[in-house]
């Protein structure tokens, strides 16, 4: 009977809805709230849109379970509508028609309605009084979280509305009692020092300002925090320190109206002043989904003081990388508000951790985010380009996001070559070398130091033969002995120094040559797809299948020589006709020229130009890196590309004159291009190959440089032809 009862019941249902499990309340509260921080936090922006002034935090008795907090504001209040309406309205769109306060037309912070759900999460029970300044009394509301329980419908649970007297003129007053959890004075410091960070610095921008948003600033909107116990009251105090006026450098970037991406470092005492240009991609210079985004962060180095000169101490320096165990990162701002848990410890959405993990070893300049104290603001009113999470704890990684990050670890990239050139030169000096970048200038190679030593220790054996007794000839002897080991342990690491200099040039040579084989895979395979559909007869259909397994053979060297730099056997030294070597190199990248749109001519005015013996590959090295920075140059210039090599000979000399007509060089930069870690180039992504990690580096031409050098040549930066931009002229002795 009962089962026919409710059949009946349920067949004359004709339309059906959603329904709503009580139980749904307690999962909101812990599974959009996660963090305590977090549930503080949303309940201090809902006073900040109600344009408080002050908000008061009292825990009580919170070292147990069942303490109590208070949220106090001297905000706005509302009215029985807006209690009914507003907060008592799951996901209430009220904030969507109203995104500024209606007395100091504030950008409100919240959207999502998850306060109410803040509360849930903190405690059992919740009281609200609140009052506007127009009513005669005040409105109490308390809610019993417990009631929520599973099997029962959402809307029939319901509390009492009182009106009682008012208790100030106007504002809010949330009290949460039965606190879930007990809170140790460590974990209210945390709570403390992110609600003093919730709100963006207003040194951060100017444009915060004019923008109205949320800012640090205790004329207009002050948080006090204090712990009650026994009936005492003991407030918080600020307790940070002023450290950005000690930072080592500052660098500050943008997203400039074209949606590029520009970056800033200075630094007084390493004397720099740059602004480098950041590309999206190598074919996608633009960050087209990002605008309205602007970062400032403080570098440090912790344990090197002479690099501040005087105004930091080495205490100074220690207890700022103590502070950085808790405060160091790189912020997120949002419209005004931090979002978490970005420059929180151990987080590391710019990925500049990961990839100083894998990069420590090839700089000694530490870049992650101990060393960094760094926000970042981003404008997004309508909240379309960057939306928060449900949670509020992180922004969706949509295509904004992912590109936000990418601007950010670029640009930190791309500064740290700037440091790494300024600490190179401040090192050398303070060895009192007579440190300049004219490359032509008189210098001793290493062998030259080698002869010195070696003319020494002959001159010392030709003064100290005969003469002496018997017990001084041994010693001298000996001595001679352990010079001619010596000597030849130096002419070892010579040798080895040459070969390591030969791999170093070849390995970014192939590091380039990998990098451009990569972009013919999709093209290669795709005709070989499209001659796979047609109808072709067995023959051919052979020939197409051996044309791949061609192909998959040479991109299988290709792939292999991007991750290894095989070992140059040949140690011998050769004299090299240079006619012949560039005519072998136009040869090798005819294929990119024409890609690429670069009419490449060699003007020869000698026929014997051949130079001093050398390896083979150090003019692949020179060449290859010349020309790439061609077309790079070419490329932004967004030109059709010329390049023009003139080669001939002058004295006892073989020169190359190498133009191009890019971009050219800044007249400030040209006694820095040879600089170790200098460089024009944006770094590859966090993400990108190893091959292509390797390519804008700064270490091209300081290689290109270094070899000459050694070969008692000089390379430099001469006026160029008309229609040219640049020239680099080299000078290497001729063969005689």
């Known amino acids: 009977m009962f ?17 709503i499990d009580a139980g749904l309340i307690q999962r909101l509260g812990y599974e959009l709230v996660g963090r305590a921080e977090t549930a503080v936090s949303e309940l201090i922006k809902n006073s900040y849109d109600a344009d408080a002034t002050i908000v008061d935090v009292d825990f009580i008795d919170t070292s147990v379970l069942g303490g109590s907090l208070i949220i106090s504001d001297n905000g706005l209040g509302m009215s029985k509508k807006q209690l009914i309406n507003g907060f008592m309205r799951i996901s209430s769109t009220d904030k969507l028609h109203n995104p500024t306060s209606p007395r100091f037309n504030r950008t409100k912070a ?8 803040a509360t849930q999460r903190l405690g059992n029970r ?8 127009e009513s005669d009394k005040a409105i109490r509301l308390e809610i019993d979280w417990n009631k929520y329980s599973i099997d029962r419908d959402l809307t029939s649970i319901t509390f009492p509305i009182e009106f009682i007297q008012k208790q100030k003129d106007e504002g809010t007053t949330i009290e949460i009692r039965g606190l879930r959890e007990k809170w140790t004075d460590a974990a209210i410091k945390r709570i403390y020092r992110y609600v003093l960070d919730l709100f963006q610095p207003d040194y951060l921008s100017e444009r915060s300002k004019t923008d109205n948003l949320a800012i640090r600033n205790e004329e207009t909107f002050k948080v006090n925090f204090n712990l009650v116990s026994n009936n005492e009251k003991h407030p918080f105090l600020n307790e940070q320190i002023s450290i950005f006026d000690k930072s080592l450098a500052v660098f500050e970037g943008y997203i400039d109206n074209n949606h590029s991406g520009i970056v800033s470092i200075k630094s007084d005492s ?3 002043d740059d602004i480098i240009e950041i590309t999206h991609t190598e074919n996608e210079y633009s960050f087209s989904a990002l605008s309205n985004v602007y970062f400032k962060i403080h570098y440090f180095i912790y344990d090197r003081p002479q690099y501040y000169g005087e105004k930091v101490s080495g205490p100074d320096l220690k207890k700022i990388q103590e502070l950085s165990k808790t405060a160091s990162g790189v912020r997120l701002y949002r419209n005004g508000f931090r979002v978490l848990p970005y420059g929180e410890p151990k987080d590391d959405w710019t990925n500049i951790d990961k990839r100083w993990s894998a990069e420590s070893g090839k700089t000694n300049i530490p870049l992650n985010n101990q060393n960094l104290f760094g926000f970042v603001e981003i404008i997004d009113p309508t909240g379309h380009t960057f939306e928060e999470t449900a949670s509020r704890e992180g922004l969706i990684e949509n295509e904004a996001f992912n590109q936000l990050s990418e601007f950010i670890n670029k640009s930190l990239v791309a500064v740290r070559g700037r440091i790494a050139e300024k600490i190179k030169i401040f090192k050398e000096k303070q060895n009192k070398d007579d440190f300049t970048q004219d490359s032509d200038r008189k210098e001793q190679t290493t062998q030259e130091m080698f002869d010195k030593l070696k003319s020494i220790l002959d001159n010392k054996s030709d003064q100290n033969t005969g003469g002496q007794n018997e017990e001084q000839d041994t010693i001298i002897e000996n001595e001679q002995k352990e010079g001619l080991e010596i000597i030849k342990k130096l002419e070892n690491l010579i040798e080895e120094a040459g070969m390591l200099r030969v791999l170093a040039g070849l390995g970014l040579t192939i590091g380039e040559f990998t990098h451009e084989m990569i972009q013919f895979h999709s093209s290669v395979y795709g005709h070989i797809s499209k001659l796979n ?14 044309i791949k397994a061609d192909f998959d053979n040479l991109f299988s060297y290709t792939d292999y020589f991007g991750t290894t730099i095989s070992q140059n056997t040949n140690r011998k030294k050769l004299p090299i006709d240079l006619l012949a070597v560039l005519d072998r190199f136009q040869n090798t990248i005819k294929n990119d020229l024409e890609k690429n749109r670069i009419e490449f001519n060699v003007d020869a005015y000698d026929f014997d130009v051949t130079t001093i013996p050398m390896h083979s590959s150090e003019w692949n090295s020179i060449l290859y890196n010349l020309y790439t920075n061609s077309r790079k140059a070419i490329k932004r210039a967004n030109v059709i590309g ?22 050219g060089i800044p007249k400030e930069n040209e006694s820095r291009v040879f600089n170790a870690f200098f460089s024009t180039s944006t770094p590859a992504s966090f993400d990108a190959p190893n091959e292509k990690q390797l390519i804008g580096t700064g270490l091209g031409l300081k290689i290109v440089k270094d070899i000459i050098i050694s070969y008692k040549g ?8 008309d229609g040219y931009s640049t020239c680099f002229k080299i000078t290497i002795p001729k063969n005689k």
């Not at 559909?533 to 051996?546: A, D, H, I, R, T």
């Not at 000089?714 to 032809?721: L, R, T």
């Open 3 to 19: 089962y026919i009862k409710f059949m009946e019941e349920y067949t004359n249902i004709k339309e059906v809805g959603f329904t």
């Open 110 to 117: 919240g959207k999502k309605g998850i306060g109410r759900f």
């Open 126 to 133: 919740l009281i609200i009084v609140t009052q506007t300044k």
């Open 270 to 272: 390493l004397d720099i």
């Open 533 to 546: 559909q047609l109808n072709l007869n067995n023959e051919v259909q052979n020939y197409v299948s051996e």
């Open 642 to 663: 010329k390049v023009l090599v003139e080669v001939g000979v002058e004295g006892e000399n073989i020169f190359i004159n190498f133009l191009d007509n890019g971009d």
């Open 714 to 721: 000089s390379i430099c930066i001469v006026p160029p032809n």
